[in-house]
């Protein structure tokens, strides 16, 4: 049974939210500020948590920044619909995924699924125990790590999925419906900049080609490509 | 440059111009009549004198026939030499102003070493006036005229002493007159054109100049407007203050006027985002009431009271914003009627006592029979709803068990009501900001009743009664909220 952490300060809707994935078989705790969501969020209980952005006191962003501070947890936002400041600002800290405000608990729950399996669904896949090596960079999706050059990489879950999914078809473009759908567990979105958000905070964590290139190019249309050398 | 640039340039222009005429053809007119006055005086002059004093003995040694030969040899300066018959010499005209003006003179002048009329007898008998007009004078410049006069008598002595024509001298000047005499009068187009020519070249620099300064603030507000239009209500007249004149004001006014806009519609767009983000709430609840009621059927009755009751919660938020934006759009007063203020907040009060029952809340309420026959002139409804959000703000922020106070008092003119609570309060900075739409201190949860609205409802009708509303903080913890109401003196 999965661990949820619920961080909103409406009492009343987080209370319904609890019921509901109590329901689908989650164990969902809820705490109504930040300041205490960011402490619950690193006791490394949870599997995940649900933040939501706009809160008093201690903001969701910067409860969201707290969190990444200590820990990898997967993370999906709450945001208001149409706020896409907020949306850019809470991918680019780290938040895996975002669902807007006015949602339905069903929507809710198939995103909170979708990110569960993406980050606990390498150890049973028959790719075998060898290490994923395209250049520099080399991965191992069973124990979840990465390293470049033989240093290793701090990645959010999201991150590495999706790095996941572009060495597997390294020197090979991939579109960003693609992406989303292996990386992600959902279809994109239409304009939707998750992907690519996801990917230039990739490019800046891991390092570049021999002639200065990020390893991670843009193909126009195409989406996107990991350079093999 | 604009039109309005041409517009200024060209009035300008045109007043300097008809300015530069106007007095330079007083002055010219001036000139000539004093001219004219001039050329009917009899000169008197040194020279005259001289020539005069030529001509009569000419006249006397050669007769008439040696004076008009002499007289025709002249160039200028040529004596007038008029008979008994008022006929001339020469068959010039004669004024007669001038002549009788002459004929005055010969009575005054006689007797003098060098009259300058003199009435002279030829050889051949006839006599003659002799004497010289003024404007023969001023016909060329004075050192011409002497010589002139050199000339004449140095040709015509001889010519006196004996017969016989000498023309190689008498013809002809002597060869270094021109050389030596003065400019010669092709040169006089040009020197009136220099400073004609230099007063049209100022007269367009400056009106240039003035129209420039002219147009150029008000090119400089036109770009403001069009720049306001286009949404862009930055400050631009801040830095020219310089001029100090009625269209640096105009450019302040307008600055001031964009800030006034500016905050309208940051206040506007704030209060869209806040109405927007408010109503979500009551949706996201209702939205997971009705995933809870699909989930588990057999609840269902339990999620329809929450749909009813948020779609409750979300029909009063929009009343309220309609209340609110009615009150700000200045609506009321329609139909105002003496209001009994002690006996609007005793019921409003009665029935929030009823209400905070349920958490063990005290409502105290002071001096209202004091106040019983004091009366406020208004609309019974709005005033009845702010009181009430006021007393309802400080029953939801008070804690469990404790006691609201209620305080009417009457200061010259003015009708107090006071609410106080013992509640966390709000930080000091933020007093005022409490009577803002959607307003929430940082310190309170967020509860899922009251949206924000309430104060900013009781503000709005409470100065649009005419009176004050304002926050302090309690000693010893808790809000103070008083209203100030104008009270109807009774007639």
Redesign the interface.
Same mark, same amino acid.
């Given at each position: 049974m999965s661990k949820v952490l619920l961080i909103d300060d409406d009492v009343e809707l987080v209370g319904m939210f609890q019921e509901y994935l109590t329901q689908e078989g989650f164990d969902a705790r809820a705490v109504h500020d930040g300041e205490s969501g960011a402490a619950e969020a690193l006791t490394g209980l949870y599997a995940i948590a649900i933040l939501d952005v706009m809160m008093p006191r201690m903001n969701g962003l910067e409860t969201l920044r707290r969190i990444r501070a200590g820990s990898n947890l997967p993370i999906l936002m709450l945001t208001a619909r149409g706020d896409d400041t907020d949306r850019i600002v809470g991918l680019e800290l780290g938040a895996d995924d975002y669902v807007t405000k006015p949602c339905t608990p069903r929507e809710l729950t198939a995103r909170i699924r979708a990110i569960l399996r993406r980050a606990q669904a390498a150890p049973h896949d028959a790719s075998g125990l060898a290490p994923l090596t395209v250049g520099q960079l080399t991965m191992w999706p069973e124990q979840r790590r990465v390293s470049w050059a033989g240093a290793h990489l701090e990645l959010t879950s999201t991150e590495f999925n999706l790095l996941e999914v572009l060495v597997r078809h390294a020197g090979k473009p991939v579109s960003k419906n693609q992406l989303s759908e292996l990386g992600l567990g959902r279809p994109m979105a239409r304009f939707d900049r998750n992907i690519d958000v996801h990917l230039s905070s990739l490019r800046r964590k891991l390092g570049s080609l021999a002639d200065g290139r990020s390893c991670l190019q843009t193909v126009y249309r195409l989406g996107y490509q990991l350079i093999k050398e | 440059m604009g039109r309005l640039f041409w517009k200024f340039f060209l009035c300008i222009m045109l007043a300097q111009v008809t300015a530069t005429i106007g007095i330079g053809g007083t002055f010219w007119l001036k000139n000539r009549a004093a001219q004219q006055e001039r050329a009917l005086d009899i000169d008197t002059s040194p020279p005259a004198q001289m020539i005069i004093e030529a001509a009569s003995a000419t006249l006397e040694a050669g007769g008439s026939q040696a004076l008009r030969q002499f007289l025709s040899k002249l160039e200028r300066m040529r004596v007038f030499a008029v008979d008994a018959k008022g006929q001339e010499l020469m068959g010039r005209t004669v004024h007669a102003t001038m002549l009788a003006k002459a004929r005055a003179m010969l009575g005054q002048g006689e007797g003098q070493a060098h009259p300058v009329v003199r009435d002279a007898a030829g050889s051949d008998g006839k006599r003659y006036l002799l004497f010289l007009p003024s404007s023969e004078r001023f016909r060329n410049a004075e050192a011409g005229a002497a010589r002139d006069t050199l000339n004449a008598v140095a040709m015509s002595g001889p010519r006196a002493m004996g017969p016989g024509p000498q023309p190689h001298e008498a013809g002809a000047p002597p060869r270094g007159e021109f050389s030596r005499g003065p400019p010669p009068r092709m040169d006089t187009p040009y020197r009136t054109f220099i400073p004609l020519g230099a007063a049209i070249a100022a007269s367009l620099l400056f009106s240039f100049l003035l129209a420039w300064y002219f147009a150029r603030p008000i090119r400089d507000l036109r770009q403001a407007f069009e720049a306001a239009s286009q949404g862009n209500l930055a400050p631009r007249f801040q830095a020219n203050g310089k001029r100090g004149d009625e269209l640096t004001d105009l450019g302040r006014d307008f600055d001031r006027m964009t800030g006034r806009l500016r905050n309208l519609m940051d206040s506007q767009t704030r209060l869209l985002h806040d109405v927007? #983000?408010e109503l979500? &709430?009551p %949706?996201? =609840? %209702? +939205?997971?009431?009705?995933? %809870?009621a699909?989930? +588990?059927p057999e609840k269902m009755a339990a999620s329809m009271q =929450?749909i009813e009751r948020e779609s409750e919660r979300m029909d009063k938020l929009i009343g309220e914003l309609l209340t609110l934006s009615r009150l700000e759009a200045g609506a009321g007063h329609t139909h105002s009627e003496d209001v009994g203020i002690a006996d609007l907040v005793h019921d409003i009060v009665d029935d929030a006592r009823y209400e905070a029952r349920a958490r063990q809340l005290d409502i105290a309420l002071a001096g209202d029979a004091a106040m019983a026959d004091a009366s406020v002139t208004g609309q019974p409804e709005l005033l009845a709803r702010a009181v009430e959000n006021v007393v309802r703000n400080a029953i939801k922020h008070s804690p469990d068990g404790g006691t609201v106070e209620v305080d009417l008092s009457r200061q010259t003119g003015w009708l107090r009501i006071a609410v106080l609570d013992r509640g966390p309060g709000v930080a000091s900075a933020d007093l005022a900001r409490i009577f803002e739409p959607f307003f =929430?201190a &940082?310190? /309170? +949860? #967020? &509860? /899922?009743d009251g949206h924000g609205l309430g104060l900013a409802i009781a503000q709005h009708v409470i100065s649009a009664h005419g009176g004050r509303i304002g926050a302090s903080l309690r000693s010893g913890g808790g809000l103070c909220v008083e209203m100030l109401l104008p009270v109807k003196t009774p007639s």
């Open positions: - | 927007s #983000h979500r &709430s %949706l996201a =609840r %209702l +939205q997971a009431a009705i995933g %809870l699909h989930q +588990q =929450r =929430r &940082s310190n /309170t +949860q #967020h &509860s /899922t």
